[in-house]
Every structure is written in structure tokens, then in C-alpha cells.
């Protein structure tokens, strides 16, 4: 993790206007910047495209100086429903290389979320499948709505949860990840909370809302060079065994 922390931009300096995206928003309401999935029709299902525009928009966010927490939501009543059918029918024709290339952008974007050099909340207001569920753990924090669905479907369908896996078994832990991966059983967020997987519930969306906005003050009040590099330190340390290495390097 870095031995110096970065110098960052006071929050006067600088205000650049997001870019338009076709199947996210971008908002800034003070320091906390909401990236909000737009394609409830689709229940914010992934496709080619939306991987490339959550990729570069939390890249927008990193670099926007005024930006000191990203909140990740969803339009409609879906959080993200995995894969889009369309984009994985598609991907049925596709050559190995291409299919690799499809694997390797959407595991370049979860890096890109978990790696964020600013803390990152899921806001979780409906159901999440498959890389949704990816989604809500590459965040450093989710808040959920009670009672919502929650499943890693991939054996059903007879594909593996492959570039979500070390952000799901992080969240999860080694046990519980082999009981759903392996079941791909549907379980909620409630049990997702004991699990984990999500730090707060709420009882409807006024109370998500507000939890959100809590924890995003409580980020937003610590110094950002060190929540950055407070980031870094967690997953430099984490999984390691506490010996001289991690000793010297803390």
C-alpha cells in the first residue's frame, strides 16, 4: 500500500459535468456521486455495452475531484439481474477469442470498482442475480432493502460465476460461497446481512435512502488521502499470515 498519502484536489477546484451514457446516470449531490444503473426494461441486466459504460464511469468518478464517495444504485425494481439472455445469445456464436474478450472487460470493470481509490456503497433496492450479486460485493458496503431475492445462478444454466468469484468468496467466505454457487439456490438479503454480504437492511426505501446518506457522511467525513490509502492497506493485509512481511510492511 502506498507509504505517502496522494495529494487530492480541494473540492472548490475543479467541477467537470459528467458524460452521458446510454444505460447509466451519472449525479453529484455535495461529495458523494451516484452511478445509478438505467435500464429498468432489462432489470439493469449486463450487456457489452453496460460493462464498458460502468467501467468508464467509475473512472469518471475516481477522477472527479470533487467526488469523495460513489454510491452504486439501480432504476426500477431489480438491483442487476446478471447477464442480459440477449447478450449471452449472442455470445453463444461467438469465437473463443471473442468470448474472452467479453470475460476479460467485465472482469477489468469488478477490478475497477473493488480498486476504487474511493469508498464505494452498493444501494441494493431489489433483487440481484449472478453478476449482480458481483456487483454488491466488489462494493466496499451495501445497504439493502429487507426481503429482497438474491441467487448465483450460473450452474444452473450450466456456466460457472467465474470473474465474480474472489469478490463473492471475499464477501461471502469459502463455506457459505460453496452452499449457494454450488445450490444456486435463491436465499435473501436478510440472510445475505448475516452473511455479510450486506452491512445494513432497511424497512423501504425512505430508510435506505436514509442509511445510504449515513454512512456516505460518516466517509465523507474522514480525510479522503487516507480512506484511499486505508483501501489499499485492507488488501494488502488481508488473507495474509501475520508474520515478518506484514509486520515491516504495517
Not at 8 to 30: E, I, K, N, Q
Not at 70 to 86: E, I, P, T, Y
Request: with cysteine; proline share 6%.
Amino acid at each position: 500500500f502506498p507509504r505517502t498519502l496522494p495529494k487530492v484536489l480541494p473540492m472548490s477546484d475543479l467541477d467537470p459535468a459528467f458524460s452521458a451514457y446510454a444505460t447509466l446516470r451519472l449525479d453529484r449531490d455535495g461529495p458523494v456521486g451516484t452511478l445509478t444503473l438505467n435500464r429498468p426494461e432489462r432489470h439493469n441486466a449486463f450487456d457489452d455495452v453496460l460493462v464498458g459504460e460502468l467501467d468508464a464511469a467509475l473512472k469518471e468518478l475516481a477522477a472527479h475531484p470533487a467526488v469523495r464517495v460513489v454510491v452504486l444504485a439501480s432504476a426500477g425494481k431489480s438491483f442487476c439481474a446478471g447477464a442480459d439472455l440477449n447478450w449471452m445469445k449472442r455470445a453463444a456464436a461467438y469465437s473463443s477469442d471473442e468470448n474472452l474478450a467479453d470475460s476479460r472487460r467485465l472482469a477489468a470493470m469488478l477490478h475497477t470498482l473493488h480498486s476504487l481509490g474511493k469508498p464505494t456503497i452498493a444501494r441494493v433496492q431489489g433483487a440481484a442475480y449472478g453478476g449482480g450479486v458481483g456487483l454488491i460485493a466488489a462494493c466496499d458496503m451495501a445497504v439493502a432493502l429487507a426481503g429482497q431475492p438474491l441467487a448465483l445462478t450460473e450452474v444452473k444454466l450450466g456456466i460457472l460465476p467465474a470473474v465474480i468469484s474472489p469478490y463473492v468468496i471475499a464477501a461471502l467466505g469459502e463455506r457459505q460461497a460453496r452452499r449457494y454457487m454450488l445450490t444456486a439456490e435463491r436465499f435473501d438479503t436478510g440472510t445475505a446481512h448475516r452473511l455479510g454480504l450486506v452491512h445494513e437492511l432497511a424497512g423501504d426505501e425512505a430508510e435506505l435512502d436514509a442509511k445510504v446518506a449515513a454512512l456516505a457522511g460518516a466517509l465523507a467525513a474522514n480525510s479522503p488521502q487516507a480512506v484511499g490509502a486505508c483501501k489499499d492497506l485492507i488488501g494488502a493485509v488481508a488473507g495474509q499470515p501475520i508474520g515478518p512481511a506484514v509486520m515491516e510492511d504495517t
